[in-house]
């Protein structure tokens, strides 16, 4: 990969979309970084800076239907070689007789209808590309749900059936489009469910953290939690030549969890 290469990875300011960012900086592409205006975007910009790449801020919300300009500056550059769309939220930890429709909404929203959105917008740039590459962070949880966050659970697996209609869609063009599947990772979102739970239970959260931590490992036939960096080695690979063949794929990352029973 080298400078030429365009790259863009949204909800990168933090947790695996920074992770998987890093991970294209370092191997020398131009990173558009992606996230709501913030100075976590700015500060993940400077941390990305100087690895071997370039990395550039494309501050917007992927929610809503504003995202119209949201690609300007890389129609600028007159192509994007990669797309890796990361963002995502699990929403609030409620079973199903707690999700209002206001639940079920915002999680398609965010998780479904975002990847709609910035596919269309990136579309014609991908065309221009020698052989443009999607990727979508999907969850373990759209092949396997947990039994919370249902909301959540559906809407990954509407993003993963999206996915693989672009894929045979687009396959007579040269573009891939595959699907990387999470188990636990440690990022921001599991921090935010600690701290309702902490909250909820009125005990430290440090006492929390710990808990979730170990349930997770427990959970996972690999013995641990996953971490950012585990999900980013595989972005790189289905950006490569080396996976000019694989489109349509969803690929766990998680430790062997799919392999555990229920
Ligand atoms: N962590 C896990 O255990 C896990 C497991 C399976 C799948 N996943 C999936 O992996 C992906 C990343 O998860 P994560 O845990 O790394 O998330 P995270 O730490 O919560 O980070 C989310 C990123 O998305 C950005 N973002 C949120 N809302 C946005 C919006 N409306 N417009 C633009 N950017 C927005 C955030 O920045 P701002 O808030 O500053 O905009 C941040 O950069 C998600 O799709 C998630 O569903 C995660």
């Known amino acids: 990969m080298d400078l030429k290469t365009q790259v863009l990875v949204t909800g990168a300011s933090r947790g695996i979309g920074l992770a998987v960012s890093r991970a294209f900086a370092v191997a020398g592409a131009r990173v558009w970084v992606c996230a709501r205006p913030s100075s976590a975007l700015d500060d993940a910009v400077a941390s990305l800076s100087g690895l071997g790449g370039k990395a550039r801020p494309l501050p917007g919300d992927l929610t809503g239907e504003g995202m119209d300009a949201l690609l300007e500056p890389v129609s600028r550059q007159g192509r994007l070689d990669v797309l890796v769309h990361n963002v995502g939220d699990v929403g609030p930890f409620a079973p199903f007789m707690e999700g209002g429709d206001r639940v079920w909404r915002d999680s398609l929203e965010i998780n479904l209808m975002a990847a709609v959105r910035l596919t269309r917008l990136a579309l014609p740039l991908l065309r221009a590309s020698a052989g443009g590459r999607i990727l979508f962070i999907g969850s373990t949880g759209a092949r396997r749900p947990t039994g919370r966050w249902p909301h959540y659970s559906a809407a990954k697996a509407a993003l993963l059936n999206f996915s693989q209609s672009l894929a045979v869609e687009l396959a007579p063009e040269g573009i891939t489009v595959n699907t990387v599947s999470p188990g636990p990772v440690w990022t921001q979102s599991w921090e935010r469910e600690a701290a309702e739970l902490a909250a909820r239970e009125s005990i430290p959260v ?23 960096e585990d999900v980013a080695g595989i972005c790189l690979f289905l950006a490569s030549p080396a996976a000019s063949w694989i489109t349509g794929a969803d690929i766990p990352v998680d430790g062997g969890l799919g392999l555990a029973s229920p």
């Open 206 to 228: 440090a006492g929390v953290r710990q808990r979730l931590r170990n349930g997770a490992a427990a959970r996972v036939p690999l013995g641990r939690i996953g971490e950012p």
